[in-house]
């Protein structure tokens, strides 16, 4: 997904951009561009491959200036390329633009202009937005304000937009529809930027525009309005996220940091909403008296955020009776799910800008639903469009693959099905106590499980080179086994497939040899799910099957069966997902580092998918 970043100020612009634009890095991209207004004109460098290629070019040709605009792209229409990347310009190059977004109706816009004398360089959609511009300023348009809110007002699709204006060289322009954008507000200077981390060192206090707004920045001062003129007075927020949090911290890589920050984010989770006399209070929005009427959740989401729904609906229905239903968010929203305004829909996201959650959410709003989002961003548009949210607090998860926020999320769905649980009358105070006493032991379980990192690297080390895995797991860690394979592709890029135990024997046993892999998450339980997870361990084993165990510390039967064992400590079954993951993260972790993977930025991805 792209990444923009502008500044006004009274410093050099182009280290800024750059600096910001690093910060975005993980959100993906294969090509970056900066432009600044210098000496009565607007001039930039743009080039295709990692952020040093540009900075090579900038080293020898500096663009000099205090005011610019930065852009780092993710390929929609047109190739990776030096004329496709960002900024892009007018005909006349008096106007500069950034953008993140689709333009939907580029292709009927492009051609009005080119019948109107206009040529284009490149085959992005983002390229019709300075050449509307300039049109709308040869057909009359009083200032670059104006134009630019005519140009939008033709503009269907998504954007998050920075603009330059030659003859403006004090200021930078932006808007927003469907695509997030954030001032950052400084001492005299002001900033824009797709998300908090790219901005996070210069400022404490920052504006989230809204859709359909857009502002203008100047060193002293920032003014908002609608795209219809109409003047707005912002919200200003503090920005709660730690700075040392879009750091390193001495970690090699954001995800090896955010792995280790579990510990402390789930309890601090569990110290926020479980009160010293033990009781959970309702979220903001929802009441006992709500849950008592609840008769059906529809969870949505996507990627790990469903493996997290998955889980959270294995829960609910387990502590509540309520029927529970998850789906991939993408498939959601055409689906026709014949849901009452009684279903509380439940997003779970952690950009909270996801498209197809989003998309998800105002289907669900037009059928009168109440929205519940389980969401890590502050001001996002999942945020924004619920009634009641839920947030995970991890910070800013940086690393494409998300691990904080994932088993944050378990962690949420464990605290709201206890607190549902509770309200209906499901749970006697003393069963509730039981189950917040175990729950409590669930950090110190997760950083167990991280301190055995160095025997856990061995395995991924020992077994990262084939051409694919195999996850199993059962009950509430069959959404584990999903997890685990999502983690080890998206990261090692080595195949893997996750699968419910119980199907083995309906295909995937076809697939044993001694060198495929088998991950087999077979910790303790108090019913007949271990003995069951056992047998299927053993059909891999009587097949010469190559085996990676997950298990219960003082499991003596695993071992005899598995090449390697990854032990976990006991812990209540319905919570062991959030212990079992962070032995999987760790393993797709080190499978990656053995095949020289960019962990933090696996190639293709990005970290928040806000277009479908
Ligand atoms: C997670 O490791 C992936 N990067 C991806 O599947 C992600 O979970 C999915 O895109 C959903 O993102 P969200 O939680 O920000 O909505």
Redesign the pocket.
Known sequence: MCGVVGYIGSKQAAPILIDGLKRLEYRGYDSAGIAVVCGGKIVSDKEVGRLVNLEKLLEANPLEGVCGIGHTRWATHGVPSRANSHPHFSSDGTISVVHNGIIENYSELRDELMAQGHTFLSETDTEVIPHLIEQALADGAMSPAEALRLTLKKLRGAYALGVLFRDEPQSVYCARLGSPLIIGLGENENFIASDVPAIINRISRAIYLNDGEMAVLKADGVEVCTIDGQPVVPEVKEITFEAEAAEHSGFETFMLKEIHEQPRILRALLTKHVSAEGTIQPPAGLSENYFRKLNRIMIV?????YHAGMYGKLLIENLTGIAVETDLASEFRYRDPKIDPGTLIIP???????AD?LASIRMAKEWGCKIFAICNVEGSSVVRESDSVFFTDCGPEIG???TK??TAQQMAFALLALCIATARGDLTPEQLKSYLDDLQEIPDAVHYVIQQKDDIRKIGEKHHDGPSSLYIGRRFNYPTALEGA??NK?ISYQHAEGYAAGEMKHGPIALINESLPVICICTKTADEVYEKMLSNVKEVEARSGRIIAVATEGDTELCKLSDDVIYVPEVRDEFSPMVNVAALQLLAYYAARARGTDIDKPRN?A???TVE
Do not use: P
């Not at 989401?301 to 955020?305: E, H, K, L, N, V």
């Open positions: 989401s996507c990627g790990t955020a779970v996201s952690q950009s909270g800008e996801t959650t494409v693959a998300s926020a994932y999502l983690k998206e991805l970290k928040s998918v």
